[in-house]
């Protein structure tokens, strides 16, 4: 199952978490409730799946998985920037 996760984080953030949501419990056991997912999904692909795998490790959010979750969100931002900035062209 994993090398399918794997292959779909590959292919598109969204389709992982849709993954996630529909054949495995991991959103479920990493967020309390079913909005964080949702607005996750939407709005921060990335950083959903970097904070999944972060409390799925059963880490706290320092050193390096902190880093992760930082670079992730970084990632979101960019792609949202860069979107914004090539429809103004």
């Given at each position: ?26 959103l ?12 996750g ?5 990335l ?11 059963g880490?706290?959010m ?22 914004t900035?090539?429809?103004k062209s």
């Amino acid at each position: 199952m994993g090398c399918i996760l794997s292959a779909i984080v590959g292919l598109g953030s969204r389709a992982a978490i849709a993954y996630m949501y529909m054949e495995t419990t991991y959103l479920q056991r990493a967020f309390d409730s079913q909005l964080w997912p949702l607005l996750g999904f939407i709005f921060m692909p990335l950083t959903t799946l970097a904070y999944t795998w972060t409390v799925l490790e059963g880490r706290s959010m320092e050193g390096p998985y902190a880093i992760v979750v930082g670079v992730a969100v970084l990632m979101d931002i960019g792609v949202i920037g860069f979107g914004t900035r090539r429809r103004k062209s």
